[in-house]
């Protein structure tokens, strides 16, 4: 069964600290992203990413970095945590010429800021 | 740009069928998801449909498309408390080799037995 795992279901930081949010996949897909998702807000694009070592920037980049060192894994750095990055964060992956099978996601992280 | 709409709540009786409505901007999209986010998980892939198909069926899902007015609807027949859940519609569309999924900001299903 394919699978994209991400590291944490639950996630409590103080503010300020550094944090790492890691995700896994075992499909070989080239396509990775972070999302993060809020009540009424839906789902929104942080980083995404098309192959080692690349990354773009989605829609809301700002507080966060990435890093794809190798293929299978997907980071998600928050460089100093704050409240307002209390959300749950979803990780995602994709081959890129077989549309019909979408997004694979993770669980997900539910990451609280204290 | 990209933009997908979905209603936010729909509220159902159990054994009724449920209907989750969608309208996206995006003339070229080639293909339309939906998928299901239960309490405290991640996005599961329900179904999806190519875009020069106007229906799908799957068991208790029927997937409706209007292409001409960008119309994407899924329907539950025989609600159960099982498919309370968040249902979020999406749509692909290409670029530069590869393809992106737009989604909507899901719609909240509550069944009440």
């Known amino acids: 069964d394919v699978k994209v795992t991400q590291s944490s279901r639950y996630l409590v930081k103080r503010t300020g600290e550094k944090v790492f949010l890691e995700c896994v996949q075992d499909?070989?897909?080239?396509?990775m992203f972070w999302y993060r998702q809020d009540p009424g807000l839906g789902l929104r694009l942080i980083y995404f990413?098309?192959?080692?070592?690349?990354?773009e920037k989605g829609d809301i980049p700002e507080g966060y970095s990435v890093s794809r060192e190798k293929k299978e894994r997907f980071s998600l750095i928050l460089e100093s945590a704050s409240t307002n990055q209390t959300s749950m964060y979803l990780c995602?992956?994709?081959?890129?010429?077989?549309?019909?099978?979408?997004?694979?996601f993770g669980s997900g992280t539910r990451l609280t800021v204290v | 740009g990209e933009d997908v709409e979905q209603s936010l709540f729909l509220s159902v009786r159990e054994g009724d069928s449920s209907v989750i409505n969608c309208t996206y901007t995006d003339s070229s999209s080639t293909y339309l998801y939906w998928y299901k986010q239960e309490p405290g998980a991640g996005l599961q892939l329900l179904t999806y449909i190519f875009s020069n198909m106007d229906m799908k069926q799957d068991q208790r899902l029927t997937v409706l498309l209007n292409k001409k007015d960008k119309h994407l609807s899924l329907r539950i027949a025989d609600t159960q408390t099982g498919d309370s859940a968040i249902y979020f519609c999406a749509d692909a569309y290409s670029g530069a080799g590869s393809y992106q999924l737009t989604f909507g900001k899901g719609t909240k299903l509550s069944v009440i037995p």
């Open positions: 499909m070989d897909h080239e396509n």
């Open positions: 995602a992956s994709s081959n890129p010429r077989t549309a019909n099978y979408g997004y694979t």
């Open positions: 990413s098309y192959d080692v070592k690349m990354k």
